[in-house]
T-cell receptor, first 114, second 116 residues
Framework: NAGVTQTPKFRVLKTGQSMTLLCAQDMNHEYMYWYRQDPGMGLRLIHYSVGEGTTAKGEVPDGYNVSRLKKQNFLLGLESAAPSQTSVYFC?????????????FGPGTRLTVT | AQKVTQAQTEISVVEKEDVTLDCVYETRDTTYYLFWYKQPPSGELVFLIRRNSFDEQNEISGRYSWNFQKSTSSFNFTITASQVVDSAVYFCALRHSGAGSYQLTFGKGTKLSVIP
């Protein structure tokens, strides 16, 4: 039982390049989330999904897109990377309300945009 | 609007000392959930505890204890007899339970350093 996994662990991009971060969970959770963590800022929600085929914007969605084609996967895309997107990205998942609200996090992806 | 404040940015203690990490939250909701997460130097986020707004009982888990007080909107975390392995950044987070309430609002974290 791997929990939440993220690919890749590290990435360096040049400004304007695109990339996709992959998140996978094997806990059969309905909800999935993408956060970014910046020094002194805590974690901020980028996008989330409440089920396969659904996505919604979080607190800081600009410059990112997401897709949830399969229940176990949640993809985060950067179409044209900017230095302001240098951050550590965390994926998380949680079960439906009533079965616990805690979110379980992946190990993170450290992205640097030069 | 929801807000979580962790006023202590960094704390250093000597091993075996007790330490309390403060968390103050703001919410207009009557039903909500509070969490603590630990982020060790390796970077992953580890879930520690969840507490709902109806349950004000304090909780103890080994050397960890949590003090939830609705009257002061606080959910403080105490580590007794601290150990070097407790060195980490600790985040307090808030989630309300209404429809569409999928977001965890995190505090900015408290970095705890336990010195041997």
């Amino acid at each position: 039982n791997a929990g939440v996994t993220q690919t890749p662990k590290f990435r360096v991009l040049k400004t304007g390049q695109s990339m996709t971060l992959l998140c996978a969970q094997d806990m059969n959770h309905e909800y999935m989330y993408w956060y970014r963590q910046d020094p002194g800022m805590g974690l901020r929600l980028i996008h989330y999904s409440v089920g396969e085929g659904t996505t919604a914007k979080g607190e800081v969605p600009d410059g990112y897109n997401v897709s949830r084609l399969k229940k176990q996967n949640f993809l985060l895309g950067l179409e044209s990377a900017a230095p302001s997107q240098t951050s550590v990205y965390f994926c998380a998942s949680s079960s439906i309300p009533g079965q616990g609200y805690e979110q379980y996090f992946g190990p993170g992806t450290r992205l640097t945009v030069t | 609007a929801q807000k979580v404040t962790q006023a202590q940015t960094e704390i250093s203690v000597v091993e075996k000392e007790d330490v309390t990490l403060d968390c103050v939250y703001e919410t207009r909701d009557t039903t909500y959930y509070l969490f603590w997460y630990k982020q060790p130097p390796s970077g992953e986020l580890v879930f520690l505890i969840r507490r709902n707004s109806f349950d004000e009982q304090n909780e103890i888990s080994g050397r960890y204890s949590w003090n939830f007080q609705k009257s002061t909107s606080s959910f403080n975390f105490t580590i007794t007899a601290s150990q070097v392995v407790d060195s980490a950044v600790y985040f307090c987070a808030l989630r309300h339970s209404g429809a569409g309430s999928y977001q965890l609002t995190f505090g900015k974290g408290t970095k705890l350093s336990v010195i041997p």
